[in-house]
């Protein structure tokens, strides 16, 4: 072989490199483009977790404050409308003053208080029962 034919051969080796080696920097552009595309790909999700995160903190916040006012507003309830059982009965039939509106009263406390209905509550209609009875020997 030759000078030229060896310097010709090492000028077509250099040009292949040089290729290679413009591929290879490609390829390394390309994957950093890549990899800092996934980067703030994974910067924004994770600010939109963390806004989410935020936001699930003060809505459990808010209900705690709405459970701590509830429990306040029920145990007021509870104090205020604690009656003896002698007068939850007299409440029911407050303001009757014949038989018949008592009967009434009575067939409507009845059919709201029952203990088969959704609101039923049996000590109500034994209170009921009670305050009933009392009033029809003092109506008769």
């Not at 003896?84 to 509106?101: C, H, K, T």
Request: aromatic share 10%; hydrophobic share 35%; with cysteine.
């Amino acid at each position: 072989m030759t000078l030229s034919e060896e310097r010709e051969q090492l000028n077509e080796q250099k040009r292949m490199l040089d290729l290679e080696k413009k591929e290879f920097f490609r390829k390394v552009e390309i994957e950093d483009r890549r990899l800092e595309q996934q980067k703030s790909l994974f910067e924004m999700k994770f600010q939109i977790l963390e806004a989410e995160l935020v936001k699930l903190a003060a809505e459990r916040e808010e209900i705690e404050k709405k459970k701590a006012f509830y429990e306040r507003v029920e145990e007021f309830h509870a104090r205020s409308y604690a009656l003896p059982d002698n007068q939850v009965g007299e409440l029911f039939f407050r303001g009757v003053a014949s038989q018949q509106s008592l009967k009434k009263r009575y067939k409507d406390l009845i059919k709201i208080y029952h203990p088969d209905n959704v609101d039923g509550d049996n000590s109500l209609v034994i209170e009921i029962n009670k305050e009933y009875d009392h009033l029809c020997q003092v109506l008769a």
